[in-house]
């Protein structure tokens, strides 16, 4: 197989190293201190990227033996052109954020020299704007009333027997209210453990993008659906409906206490049991539990973030500081935040039903 080269056209007469290095490859490093769901993403934009610098390549090249290394500014600044005339612009940026973390990686692990690495990667962002980014989807609260509600109707588990709530529907109540509660991302709510809960406190530790962690307090109606749930998750009978295990409750005997790594959320049997030692659901499971029961509920479709957006935008209404709700949502940047941010748009409307249009038609 040919060794990767960096053939954009307009860059033709660019002299670079491209043979491989000792040692492991900047992108296998960059991706490996991802959350899953961004690992998935970002390898995804560090493969468009490769794509527009070798476009004949067959098969296309592999983010993970691609000679980052040999990446200068012009090149830099020819994908940047490149993802500007075919993508929309959050795209397009989020692709060249995977290029400048796996430029720094490169630079970090000896193969860029300092100037090279500064040089491309101080590629500009691309410029746009969005009514829609900066509002987005948000769930009025009835539409999250009707989720759980359908989360928690009765259905029969057998033909001829009566109504009951499974124990798949409280995972799910359970899901819905923790992932709106917190605003939690699909992959986060995937990898939350019993052991990452604390309902005396009521407060969950998250692991978040780029393996940082955060400490979210749970409110009162997440709290009471998540204990509803673990009564029976972990009990599996109505009689158990009493005490959970430290840290999650407390005075219960230790033989009942799952291990702190116990996957929270885990699959679920048909007839909605929830499957003993069943493994934790993905995001992908996540996103098709909320997708079913939308359909259930009448609510107009919408995707897992649409909850953490709603939590956001909600935590703003409510008068929470811009930075506070930063920090409760993980965000690494206050922009990002602002961008769920209602308030303003609703001031736009507020201030146009103010003007007096004066027809009599």
Known sequence: MNEPALPVPTLADSAVEVRQRPGPNPATVYLARLSPGSRR????????????????????????????????????????????????????????????????????????????????AAVRAVKGSSAAAATGRSLARGELRALIEACLTPVSPRKGEPPVVTEKGQRDAAMVALGYGCGLRRDELATLTVGDLDLVQRRVVVRGKGNKTRVVPVPPGASHALRDYLAVRLAGTAAARGPLPSPVYKDTPAADTPAADTPLFVRARRGGRLAAGAGALTGQAVYHVLKTRAAQAGVAAFSPHDLRRSYVGDLLDEGADLSVAQQLAGHASPTTTAGYDRRGERAKEQAATRLDVPYDG
């Open 41 to 120: 993403t970002m390898r995804g934009a560090l493969g468009v990227v490769a794509a527009i610098c070798v476009p004949d390549a067959d098969p296309a090249p592999d983010p993970e033996t691609f000679p980052w290394w040999a990446f200068r500014a012009e090149h830099a600044k020819a994908v940047r052109a490149a993802l500007a005339e075919t993508y929309k612009y959050t795209t397009a940026n989020k692709m060249l954020s995977a290029l400048r973390g796996v430029l720094r990686e490169a630079w970090e692990l000896g193969l860029m020299e300092t100037e090279h690495y500064h040089r491309a």
